[in-house]
């Protein structure tokens, strides 16, 4: 029988514990996004993909991708249905996990995720919208991000 003072308390609401493992999180998926975009543009190559346009739109705390654009020069085609291996940071683990998916799962991922790095909580609010341009030749993701607000200007006077 095990004495229950024998085991270690485990401290749940410790905020430096719960940070640590947020930071080698974020740590780890840093590193492996790199990769992962190595591979789906190694895939988009193979396809003869030259650039892929994805649009989102984002309101009212809400937001989706629109449409998403595959081109081949200047030809519109459709979506090359290879699948790639990814790897992904798993919570609490000091190794990713891998998975295969399908090419397109992989853009909306990489869509959400550079949305999610660069302007959390796009969808918020008024929300804004944009396009993610992916340049196969080049191996870069272009954003051009456009945020909607509400403005007020107050005036008083005394007369």
């Not at 780890?28 to 543009?41: G, I, R, V």
């Not at 396809?47 to 449409?67: K, L, M, P, R």
């Not at 799962?105 to 992916?134: K, M, Q, S």
């Given at each position: 029988?095990?004495?229950?003072?024998?085991?270690?308390?485990?401290?749940?609401?410790?905020?430096?514990?719960?940070?640590?493992?947020?930071?080698?999180?974020?740590?780890?998926h840093?590193?492996?996004?790199?990769?992962?975009?190595?591979?789906?543009?190694?895939?988009?190559?193979?396809?003869?993909?030259?650039?892929?346009?994805?649009?989102?739109?984002?309101?009212?705390?809400?937001?989706?991708?629109?449409?998403?654009?595959?081109?081949?020069?200047?030809?519109?085609?459709?979506m090359?249905?290879?699948?790639?291996?990814?790897?992904?940071?798993?919570?609490?683990?000091?190794?990713?996990?891998?998975?295969?998916?399908?090419?397109?799962?992989?853009?909306?991922?990489?869509?959400?995720?550079?949305?999610?790095?660069?302007?959390?909580?796009?969808?918020n609010?008024?929300?804004?919208?944009?396009?993610?341009?992916?340049?196969?030749?080049?191996?870069?993701?272009?954003?051009?991000?456009?945020?909607?607000?509400?403005?007020?200007?107050?005036?008083?006077?005394?007369?």
């Amino acid at each position: 029988m095990t004495n229950p003072s024998d085991i270690p308390a485990v401290d749940n609401n410790d905020p430096s514990a719960w940070e640590a493992k947020r930071a080698a999180q974020d740590q780890l998926h840093a590193e492996l996004q790199p990769l992962n975009k190595t591979a789906l543009f190694d895939a988009l190559a193979a396809a003869g993909v030259t650039h892929v346009i994805v649009s989102f739109d984002g309101y009212g705390d809400s937001g989706q991708i629109e449409n998403v654009e595959v081109k081949a020069g200047d030809t519109i085609i459709t979506m090359p249905e290879a699948r790639i291996e990814v790897a992904e940071a798993v919570w609490g683990q000091p190794e990713p996990g891998r998975t295969t998916i399908s090419i397109a799962d992989e853009i909306d991922r990489l869509v959400y995720d550079l949305l999610a790095d660069t302007h959390c909580g796009w969808e918020n609010n008024d929300g804004a919208y944009g396009d993610f341009t992916f340049d196969v030749a080049e191996r870069t993701i272009a954003l051009d991000y456009n945020e909607r607000y509400t403005a007020s200007e107050n005036y008083t006077h005394t007369f």
